[in-house]
């Protein structure tokens, strides 16, 4: 690249390039750190155990994913707080004579008329044991796929949809 | 001291990418059921209320159940909107009144209060058990009672008084079984539910209470 240079420009180059001198101490304290350095032994073992870590993160990913669409209504105890019972079976019952069929719809199972429904257990009696997790669960009963029901036996909720709705209040207990 | 701390910043950018994965695929997941049950139009600006909902930090899939209730019966695309709109404010609000960090659970429940009729000046109330191990099922028992018909203030009376006494979260699920059981004996809701609650406080923290849960 200096040979392309005008000569005249040389002998600055040559001096700005020339390596200005270093503290004695400083040297010596910069040497010292670098011996230390490079004699410590390599650290090769931490590669497999970063491997495993990475493995099980992305073993549990997959697991959260599969299960990713249970997780939101787990009440998550702020720092501090103590840890809830995670599930809690509660037994929803409808009266109902004259149905053919009954389906429980809610925020448990993305309010899909088709996928919980109630077993007659007698006549006219239907009824479903869920395993709910704590907190409010708004809920209505669905009879022969085109009736909507509030639960005679559960408190009315406000309704933001002009149906009949129902409201389940799942208390968090303490994990015992 | 270099390798290790290649290795801690290794480990630090797998975990943020994969969070960030399953922030996406959770995302994902929840925008394909919006887009499956609802009509574009609604989707798309349900949807883009949940982007929003996220940058507060606040919990998506309240807003998905809230918009598939809608779907499930027969709500137009601008009710359902309306809903979710409005369930985005309860859950600012709540997070507001009660203040600072709170758990997810503390805070849908706080929500719910607000939804059945409690305001905000009720929870701020309840502020001061923030660290109380009970306070989710306090915020249970407080739209509980509220749903049930017992006064909202009177109810955050109630409530206010348990976490005072330091009962604890099975003491709100028996006052719950209590009082439906006295309701559905005919009894005034209000005069069922104060006086189980005195009942409650007088026999302290380490009560027999039963743990049930729903009516």
Sequence with gaps: MSDDLDPRL?????????????????????????????????????????????????????????????????????????????????????HADDARSVTI??????????ATPLVQTEAGIWMVDLRLRPGTVRYSFLVDGKEWRADPRGVPAPSDFGRPTSIAFITPIEAS | MRSRSR????????????LVILITGEAEAQDLRL?????????????????????????TEPLVQKALEGESKGATGDAIVRAVRSLIHDLVTARKALGGEIGE?????AATVLHVGGTPGQLERLRLHRSHAA?????????????????????????????????????????????????????????????????????????????????
């Excluded at chain 1, 719809?105 to 088709?114: A, E, I, K």
């Design chain 2, 35 to 59: 887009r499956e049950r609802l009509e574009p139009g609604t989707a798309a600006t349900v949807i883009a209320l949940m982007d929003s909902a996220r940058t507060l930090e606040l919990p």
């Design chain 1, 105 to 114: 719809v809610g925020d448990f199972n993305d309010w899909d008329p088709d």
């Design chain 2, 135 to 215: 306070l989710s099922a306090g915020l249970t028992g407080l739209a509980y009672l509220i749903s049930r018909g017992v006064p909202a203030e009177q109810s955050t009376d109630l409530i206010v008084a348990m976490l005072n006494a330091r009962l604890p979260g099975r003491a709100f699920a028996t006052l719950q079984e209590l009082v439906e059981t006295d309701v559905r004996a005919g009894a005034p809701v209000t005069t069922a539910a104060t006086a189980h609650v005195n009942a409650l406080i007088r026999m302290g923290p380490s009560d027999r209470t039963s743990g049930g849960r729903r009516p």
């Design chain 1, 10 to 94: 040389e002998p600055w180059f040559r001096a700005l390039r020339r390596e200005p001198p270093a503290r004695a101490d400083a040297r010596m304290r910069l040497q010292t750190a670098l011996r230390a350095e490079y004699a410590r032994p390599a650290r090769l073992a931490l590669a497999p155990q970063a491997t495993l870590l990475a493995a099980a993160v992305l073993v549990a990913l997959a697991s959260a994913l599969w299960f990713g669409a249970e997780r939101w209504s787990r009440p998550e105890a702020a720092p501090g707080l103590a840890k809830y019972e995670e599930f809690t079976v509660t037994q929803f019952v409808l």
């Design chain 2, 7 to 18: 290795l801690r910043g290794t480990l630090r950018t797998i975990s943020a990418v994969l």
């Design chain 2, 105 to 109: 659970g503390e805070l849908l429940a």
